[in-house]
């Protein structure tokens, strides 16, 4: 009898989902939080996870990557209130099996968790302990682990995935639809841009750049080298209302929007990773913030034509959270400008601005 840990933390659905499961044949546990869901998932070794998104504490999403990282590949479906595509997107890139939005057919649910079950046990059948190896790359299936020159390699799941197709497939060509297929299965789904975004990086062996690590102490200044002295900036704030005000909004997947560029620091976009570094919730990029403040002044004092752009410095005050709606301030000073980018609630996102067009 296969055993289901459900868990939420809204007691009445909870319930209904422990009947309907357990009407179908399951055997099931139950848990009223995310913390609580992890220490069953480590005693009791269920063989299928339904979590909440949204709960107090240890939320879906955290509970994931916390399986994920620790090599338990239990089959595991994400539910939620909010039907958002970056929810979804964030939920499987962590590693999740499947997503299901609420309201939703408790029917339905109940199939997916069965065909979940049923490609688990496939897998299991046709699977021990093998290494698949191409050159100095080792994979293991069942621990989800990477080797290269015998030395381990930290991957996400869909990583490993993709890998596997790749080394257990080499010399064929594998088109998207065949590699979505091969990393979640045909019962489940998975945005195709996740895929694009993995191939790419895994395309090529040739050097795409080098990358310098610097820590940098919140609040205490000196991003980018060391701090100037006060004097050294004379910037004083115009004594008179902007010239120019212009509004920008940010849309709430502003953040996964910007990783396209290659910038995939994780409290941008991991909710769990975010609160360990001091956020609230996942903030902006601050080079999108400059982005943003840099097309209202391209607007303000350019009349939008970019030839005229020359040069702009700011100092980043605080962080922007997606979904926030900007305001840049600018005061005209000649062919330069001078300006400041405020979030809803009036705090200071970029102070001390200045910027130069040509004429």
Sequence with gaps: ?????????????????????????????TAGDGQRGLDIVKKEKPDAVISDVNMPGLDGFSLCRKLREGGNGVPFVLL??????????????LGADDYVAKPFSTRVLLARVAALLRRDAMRAAHQTERAVAKGALEL???????????QPV????T??????????????????????EIVRGDESVVAERIIDTYVRMADSGALLGTAR???????????GGPQAPVEADPWVKPERAPDVTIVHPTSLGQSLIYRHSGDNNPHCTDPARARADGFERPIFQGLGTFGFACRALLQGVCDGDVERFRSMSARLSNPVFPGETLTTQI?????????????????????RGTFSAAS
């Design 159 to 180: 990583e490993f995935r993709l890998l596997e197709a790749f080394a257990s497939r080499a010399g064929f060509v594998l088109s998207r639809d065949r590699l979505l």
């Design 1 to 29: 009898m296969p055993r289901i840990l459900l868990i939420d933390d809204d007691a009445s659905l909870l319930d209904a989902l422990s009947l309907a499961f357990e009407d179908a044949g399951h055997d099931v546990l």
């Design 80 to 93: 939620t209130s909010r039907d958002d595509e970056i929810d979804e997107a964030l939920g499987l890139e």
């Design 331 to 351: 005061w005209r000073i000649g062919e330069s400008a001078r300006f400041q980018t405020l979030g809803p609630d009036g705090r200071l996102l970029l102070d």
């Design 140 to 150: 293991f299936p069942e621990r989800l682990e990477v080797r290269y020159a015998h």
């Design 213 to 223: 690590a610097t820590m940098v102490i919140r609040g205490q200044g000196g991003f």
């Design 154 to 157: 930290t991957v996400t799941v």
